[in-house]
């Protein structure tokens, strides 16, 4: 039987060894499993303090409670994920836009060029906002706010689409620094 250090060693997930999930106290392998063992919290049960609050955050982000239509959410995600070229996050949320969405074409071509699709007004509003926070953030002014609500957000939609899109680069520089690989799941045969 094939432990995790052994795979780890064998196929790393991450630059860091991921421990075995009987090594895990019981709180963080319910977090780890909650999420299916996907690499990425795989990777951060190095910390059990980091995986909880990465966990707690990204299901508050997720939950259906946001103002953002989720579309809009994973939207952002996408965009933010494939300018920083953040392959795990770029492929997971991919996934999760083509399955919102219902078209996975879509939202393929978005991740891979956003100028591919025809966008809605708001859609691009949040696209461009998202691409600003990430490539340049001291460069987000009154008249992107003014886009955005032109677009029909209102000011609290457009504070979660910059919480988003500001929380999306914290989570792409981890996984980036850190090399999480993504899960096989998302390489169909």
């Known amino acids: 039987m094939t432990t995790l250090?052994?795979?780890?060693a064998e196929h790393p997930i991450s630059r860091l060894?991921?421990?075995e999930p009987e090594a895990?106290?019981?709180d963080i392998r319910k977090v780890v499993e909650a999420h299916h063992q996907e690499n990425w919290v795989r990777s951060l049960s190095v910390n059990g303090e980091t995986v909880n609050r990465f966990a707690g955050y990204f299901e508050s982000l997720f939950s259906p409670r946001g103002r953002l239509p989720l579309r809009e959410r994973e939207l952002i995600a996408v965009i933010?994920?494939?300018?920083?070229?953040c392959g795990l996050c770029t492929i997971h949320h991919t996934r999760a836009l083509g399955e919102v969405i219902e078209d996975h074409a879509r939202a393929q071509?978005?991740?891979l060029d956003d100028h591919l699709v025809p966008l809605s007004?708001?859609?691009r509003a949040l696209v461009d906002l998202a691409r600003k926070i990430t490539l340049s953030p001291k460069s987000v002014g009154e008249d992107d706010?003014?886009?955005l609500r032109d677009a029909g957000l209102s000011d609290a939609d457009i504070l979660e689409a910059v919480e988003t899109s500001a929380w999306f680069n914290h989570t792409n520089r981890i996984f980036i620094s850190l090399g999480v690989v993504p899960d096989d799941k998302f390489f169909p045969a």
């Open 145 to 147: 706010f003014a886009r």
């Open 17 to 19: 060894p991921v421990p």
């Open 109 to 111: 071509r978005i991740a």
């Open 5 to 8: 250090l052994q795979e780890h």
């Open 24 to 26: 895990l106290a019981g």
């Open 121 to 123: 007004r708001r859609e």
């Open 80 to 85: 933010v994920s494939a300018t920083n070229g």
